[in-house]
């Protein structure tokens, strides 16, 4: 029964196919006095309403917002309630500027440190990534404005983002890479939800059933609707029968007249696009599109934004306590990002900061003796003696360094994997000649994903600011001079060397398929399980405090422990609940994260901390029977203060079935993942893997990626692809990636019809690939009489 009837009774099929896309880059269409369109903006880690001139790169101007820390950065917080503050000031923002949808949060997981996008997700771990995007999404909804976590799912590289087949074992699929959109989805309520631009074993996600509806709609109840990334559609009528229903930006008429063409030739049953209708219009006309007032209250948000940084700041390292620093030694501050600080990413969720504090600027308020303010090396990496030996000079004449360092922005953007997860090659030469005055070093880092520590050894202090946002610069002092006592822990495993990533070499899969050949064993999961050393483990962080458990009482409901602060410092303490079962004759991590909490404590004080189970505790996912199981047996329960460091462990028997399909791979079993050949993995897969076509020219078709020209029949094609090629070759020497050609290379053929505002028709695609595929003239005659006709339809009403 539609919830809308009464109004869908009264529309047109023109007028319910044409709510199934963007009226504009932001805007869904409109019905007038029946259906408002509702503005959407980016983005997780604070607004991104553009005014001007529109895209979705982030490349242009914004309204001014608070920016906050990004999700990886928060996520190092583990703390629900300030993630909750965080989306309340967004929604609050998006409130005052007239947003009805922010386009957030993003909580992908993250598979290898190189994705481009880490920045903007939360976590390795789907429980920690999906309670804090819960919190999030009940934050951003407090007050009326939509959330659109994004993006589902298992869209974990950036390269060929448009056109990656992400090949996953179900169990994979339902443990890790949508366990984290299963507590977004239940617990956060969202009204919205956005699709992956990627395919999932072989289905487009945005027109995914298995995804959309049996797993989205009909086992986790979700009742918003379904946005496609922006351009992320591509075949609009198998979305909307499959479950989507908006394709984002706008199409044009082109969207409208192919539905009108599918209801009428029987492609799509009209009863499913009321169906799709009413879902989404049960949202839409909920929404309070009353003009904006425009008042925010900066101070307290950029306070929050404070806060927020504050609390996720990391300590990796505190040799001898040199931290916090004493008010009576003599500071060098070096580095270029205390004069412009590194604080958000690059890419869509660009928010043009309302507040931006610096280093230089803020670090007056503060009880330190600064001796004086180096640059000490350039952005881009280029070497520089001169500033070097102003470092120099400036570090002798100081007792201890305060070295900003960290990854330039162009390191970490949408659209682009990184290359490498090793700092600038011009900070480390710094970091080894500052090492060499013998002067205590301590680094505040800043970068929003995994870097390479092998300088650790070299300086005394390390805390990890990761992208700080609008005030990160005063929260890290904070944290400096002792003012505030850091208890943030890592969110993700750093490894002692990128060799150690499983499959690290494969990323990012430079062809049509990219394998999930580590099956669950992603981050911790890893090296946990198969015991290889890493520099921080997941869960990390250390403290001015120190913290004792005792007490550990387990019943079938929960655990109760005590914790107990040690020291002189009040300070916090993030407990994390792991949980195994040692004698699982199923293919399992040594432990997994299974809840946490943070505990306040004032110096001496003891509090008895509670940690419930919940329906994911002992859960796994059976394939056979496709359906959530719980194998009997003795499990471990331990409460830890990282992943590698158990404080209190007891038994509960948990009463259960025993696993009727049992994985005995033997590589798996031993996780002996680097002999983990194809064939394995296809036995893990449980189907015939799809293959790469053979390389060398041959026929592209709509989904093939602009940069698999270079394979293309008809010369010409091969030639632009190589004057793209070399435009973005240059930029990429300049430092300075172009970030709209990257974003062009990787766009599929039928994506110029989804992106250019009705422009290009995709009969007009078509012919453009005729084109490409050796039949130039014939293409090119096609091509003018599908623009004429195009013309006409779009002009038509
Ligand atoms: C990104 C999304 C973003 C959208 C709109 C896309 O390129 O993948 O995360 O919300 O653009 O800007």
């Known amino acids: 029964m539609l919830k809308n009837k009464t109004i869908i009774d009264k529309l047109t099929v023109e007028q319910k196919a044409s709510l199934m896309s963007g009226k504009s880059t932001w805007e869904s269409q409109d019905i007038p006095e029946v259906v408002p369109a509702i503005f959407m903006s980016d983005g997780p880690h604070g607004l991104r309403k553009q005014m001007g001139e529109a895209d979705h790169l982030g ?42 949808v922010v386009l957030g949060p993003g909580l992908n997981i993250k598979r290898n440190p190189k994705c481009g996008r880490n920045f903007e997700y939360y976590s390795e771990d789907p429980y920690l990534a999906g309670k804090l995007a819960a919190s999030s999404i009940r934050g951003i909804q407090a007050n009326g404005t939509i959330a659109s976590p994004k993006h589902f799912a298992a869209n974990s590289q950036e390269y060929r983002r448009m056109a990656s087949d992400s090949i996953v074992d179900e169990r994979t699929l339902r443990e890790i890479y949508t366990t984290n959109f299963e507590i977004a989805v239940k617990e956060g309520q969202p009204k919205s939800i956005m699709s992956s631009y990627n395919l999932v074993n072989g289905a487009y996600a945005n027109e ?91 101070t307290q948000h950029h306070e929050v934004a404070k806060k927020a940084a504050m609390e996720s700041v990391v300590l990796l390292k505190n040799e001898d306590n040199v931290l916090p620093l004493d008010k009576t030694k003599k500071v060098a501050v070096i580095g270029d990002f205390a004069q412009t600080p590194r604080y958000q990413g690059a890419g869509s969720s660009v928010v043009n900061a309302k507040n931006l504090e610096t280093t230089l600027d803020v670090i007056g308020n503060y009880p330190l003796t600064v001796s004086g303010f180096a640059k000490g090396y350039e952005r881009g990496g280029r070497s520089n003696d001169q500033l070097v030996n102003e470092a120099l000079a400036l570090a002798k004449k100081s007792d201890v360094i305060l070295l900003y360092a960290g990854l330039d922005e162009i390191l970490e953007s949408e659209g682009m994997d990184r290359t490498t ?161 040692p004698s699982s004759t199923l293919l399992r991590p040594e432990k997994e994260l299974k809840g946490f909490t943070k505990v306040f404590l004032q110096p001496k004080e003891s509090q008895t901390i509670e940690i419930a189970f919940d329906d994911k505790t002992f859960r796994y996912y059976d394939v056979k029977s496709r359906s959530w199981k719980t194998e009997a047996g003795e499990y471990k329960i331990m409460l830890a203060s990282s992943v590698q460091d158990i404080r209190l462990e007891g038994q509960l028997q948990v009463e259960g079935t025993k696993p009727e399909s049992t994985l005995l791979q033997p590589k798996y079993q031993r996780v002996a993942l680097e002999e983990v050949t194809l064939e394995d993995f296809a036995e893990l897969y449980g189907k015939q893997l799809p293959h790469e076509e053979a390389t060398g020219q041959r026929l592209l078709d709509r989904t093939s990626i602009i940069a698999e020209m270079s394979q293309a029949k008809n010369p010409l094609a091969r030639l632009v692809h190589r004057i793209i090629r070399s435009l973005l070759k240059r ?29 290009v028709s995709l009969a007009m695609v078509d012919e453009m690939l005729v084109m490409v595929n050796g039949h130039f003239f014939k293409g090119f005659a096609g091509l003018i009489k599908q623009f004429f006709q195009n013309r006409k339809l779009q002009k038509s009403n």
């Open 59 to 100: 490349l242009n101007e914004s309204l001014p917002a608070t920016c906050f820390p990004t999700a990886a950065t928060l996520a190092n917080s583990w703390d629900e309630g300030l993630v909750y503050q965080v989306g309340k000031c967004i929604g609050e923002e998006a409130k005052a500027l007239g947003v009805h």
């Open 208 to 298: 995914d059933s298995y995804l959309l509806r049996d797993i989205l709609k009909d086992e986790w109840g979700f009742k918003g609707f379904v946005v496609s990334d922006w351009g992320g559609d591509n075949d609009h009528t198998a979305g909307v029968k499959n479950g989507s229903h908006l394709a984002m930006p706008t199409l044009g008429k082109n969207g409208t007249l192919e539905l009108i063409e599918s209801v009428k030739n029987g492609k799509l049953d009209e009863a499913v696009l009321d169906q799709r209708v009413d879902e989404f219009l049960t949202v839409v006309n909920s929404v309070d599109v009353s003009p904006a007032d425009g008042t925010i209250d900066w």
């Open 421 to 581: 997860i090793d700092m600038p090659k011009n900070q480390l030469a710094l970091i080894q000649e500052l090492a060499e005055t013998g002067k205590p070093i301590i680094v505040a880092l800043s970068a929003g994903s995994v870097v390479e520590c092998s300088w650790e050894n070299k300086v005394q202090g390390i805390l990890h600011g990761y992208l700080g946002g609008e005030a990160g610069a005063s929260a890290m002092l904070e944290v400096i001079c002792g003012q505030h006592n850091p208890s943030g822990k890592l969110n993700e495993t750093y490894p002692l060397t990128y060799q150690d990533v499983p499959f690290g070499k494969e990323f990012p899969a430079k062809g049509r398929y990219a394998y999930y050949k580590e099956g669950i064993y992603v981050g911790y999961r890893y090296y946990d399980t198969a015991k290889k050393a890493v520099r921080y483990p997941f869960g990390y962080g250390l403290s001015y405090s120190s913290f004792q458990y005792s007490d550990l009482q387990i019943t079938k409901t929960g655990i109760k422990a005590v914790i107990t602060n040690t020291s002189e410092t009040a300070g916090a303490e993030i407990v994390q609940l792991y949980v195994s079962n």
């Open 731 to 759: 930029s990429e020497k300049k430092g300075k990636p172009d970030l709209n050609l990257l974003f062009i290379s990787n766009m599929p053929f039928r994506a110029i019809a989804k992106m250019t505002n009705g422009m």
